[in-house]
């Protein structure tokens, strides 16, 4: 199962992830301590992860995780991410292995070298209160509830694994709880059996390899509800019992969402699909096939109003589109770094805003896109970042405006400049190509280039690998002579934005296009014209991301 989704590991990555982190080293002392953990001796293929949790729901009272382990080069060391849970023993073939424990680190020693290629399967005995990553805390409802929560990288609190994004494996949970709690996790459910004590283990399979942030379990006393529509993919609500009454409704963009999103990009990456409320630190985390929303869920007030389509609040349609959207880009293509997460979150904000142009009209889309852009331009205000940002020293802070909106704005102005026909078949060659696996920044790129047939070399260089956005004053002066002059002066610190500025002429008479392609910060056109402008209009059809002033006389 899992050696059919792998390649091979790109080695590429490898590579550049070394020269990011040597150029810090000597560049920048303020990142010399800075390592992002990628894969390099050895990769998880598959975790099968038993947890028996007590009857409060207040600790795991006993837990096993098999590893089943490829060696890349050759070593005598697993470096295991493990958070402070007390671990009992760790064995190989049944043999107990050395190993230390401490500062998020399970270092095991194998009894020998092994070699590239090799498999094995480690066993990691462990117990405790995790401090992080499983929740285990009241629902809504004051009712105990233990769910996974793991972005960026609070996986290991409870599993000990490779806690990187790029180290994706396939995951089976076997969850023993009390009886009168239900169980929800990653993929199929392949059986519930009764065991001794009034308690029940739940065996979930999830046969695609995912990033280890995504990897959860949900428990509590659930409300377990089934839409009554045809759906894609099983589809199934786990709710608070207090939420019993808005979940299917509530959750009702969530199937066409499903439709919508396999149309435009590709099949639905999973065996099913579980939208729980439960805690999270987020409003929504994307769990691969189990994604979790924020217990105020079905109580916040609607600040962006109504949904015309679904008679919810519109801002929980752009919540369950924006995660949903990640089944395909986050959860099944992979960021290979922190520095590429726009492509998880760029790609969810975006293709939510996509379903909102869909099902919710042009002009829900057009605010759903400006409100983007005015979140880029005060969040600039403060920080001048890249997109494709290399201090990723704080994860948390990756998550800004961005990664998301900024992000989403780079799609829409590529789809804008490419026509719908090419930029689609890129996003899905691009996804087809990478499906299961990882992907970087400049793999969307090549993508794009190979279904257009242009070179975006600089507009990748200037929009995600640089800072900032067009600040544009445009000057114009009716010199008679049926000539326009236009000065376009790009006021934002740093580089050229070299990217068509379309402007609209307005004159007694009529509208007309012209597209302005600026080869310097102060460019200057003379533009033929019958009569006098009585106005201007810098990218009437709002194309890019920009901010502009005109003036005119
Ligand atoms: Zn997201």
Not at 288 to 300: E, H, Y
Not at 359 to 386: D, H, I, Q, S
Request: with cysteine.
């Amino acid at each position: 199962m899992i050696e059919r989704d792998f390649p091979p590991l790109p080695l590429r990555l490898c590579a550049f992830a070394r020269v990011i982190f040597f150029f810090f080293l000597f560049l920048s002392p303020a990142f010399a301590a800075r390592v992002e953990r990628l894969i390099d001796n050895w990769r998880p293929e598959h975790y099968t992860v038993n947890l028996t949790l007590n009857d409060q729901l207040s600790e795991i009272a006993s837990a096993q995780a098999t590893i089943n382990i490829l060696i890349l080069k050759q070593t005598t060391l697993i470096d295991l991410d493990f958070g402070e849970l007390t671990t009992d023993k760790v064995t190989l073939n049944s043999k107990s292995l050395t190993f230390t424990h401490k500062d998020g680190k399970l270092d095991v020693t194998l009894p020998a070298p092994a070699k590239p290629g090799t498999r094995l399967t480690l066993v990691v005995d462990y117990h405790g209160k995790p401090k992080d990553g499983l929740i285990l805390t009241a629902d809504k409802d004051g009712k105990p509830a233990a769910i996974g929560d793991n972005w960026p990288n609070r996986v290991h609190h409870w599993i000990p694994s490779l806690d990187h994004p790029s180290a994706k494996a396939a995951v089976t949970f076997n969850v023993t709880a009390p009886a009168n709690q239900e169980v929800v996790a990653n993929g199929r459910l392949v059986h519930v059996e009764t065991t001794g004590n009034g308690q029940r283990t739940w065996t979930f399979s999830e046969g695609a390899p995912i990033p280890p942030y995504c990897m959860i379990i949900g428990v509590g006393q659930f409300a377990r509800l089934e839409p009554s529509e045809r759906a894609l993919t099983p589809m199934s609500y786990y709710v608070p019992l207090s939420d019993r009454e808005f979940a299917l409704k509530g959750f009702s963009p969530a199937i066409p969402t499903v439709e919508f999103f396999t149309k435009t990009v590709a099949q639905y990456p999973y065996e099913k699909l579980a939208l729980i409320v439960g805690a999270t630190r987020f409003g929504g985390m994307e769990n691969s096939s189990a994604i979790v929303f924020t217990s105020t869920m079905f109580n916040r007030n609607s600040q962006a109003g109504l949904s015309k389509t679904y008679g919810v609040p519109f801002n929980n349609v752009t919540l369950i589109a924006h995660e949903i959207a990640h089944q395909w880009f986050g959860d099944s293509v992979t960021e290979s770094t922190w520095s590429d997460v726009w492509l998880s979150e760029g790609f969810a904000t975006y293709f939510a805003g996509l379903f909102v142009q869909r099902y919710e009209g042009e002009e829900a889309f057009r605010k759903y896109m400006a409100g983007a852009a005015n979140n880029v331009f005060a969040y600039e205000k403060k920080a001048r970042t890249p997109i494709f940002d290399r201090d990723t020293e704080n994860l948390l802070a990756i998550l800004n405006a961005n990664s998301y909106q900024k992000g989403a704005w780079v799609l829409h102005m590529l789809r804008s400049s490419l026509g719908d026909d090419a930029f689609f078949r890129g996003i899905r060659n691009y996804y087809e190509a990478h499906k299961n696996a990882t992907a970087s920044t400049e793999d969307l790129r090549v993508a794009l280039e190979k279904a257009s047939g242009k070179d975006l070399r600089s507009f990748f260089a200037r929009w995600v690998y640089d800072s900032g956005h067009p600040q544009y004053e445009l000057q114009w002066y009716w010199l008679g002579q049926k000539e326009l002059r236009v000065v376009l002066t790009q006021t934002q610190p740093g580089n050229l934005f070299s990217d068509p500025v379309p402007i609209t002429i307005s004159t007694a008479s009529g509208k007309r296009e012209v597209v302005l392609k600026p080869t310097g910060k102060l460019f200057i056109e003379r533009i033929p014209l019958r009569e006098k402008p009585t106005s201007l209009e810098v990218d009437p059809q709002n194309v890019l991301l920009d901010e502009a002033t005109v003036k005119g006389s």
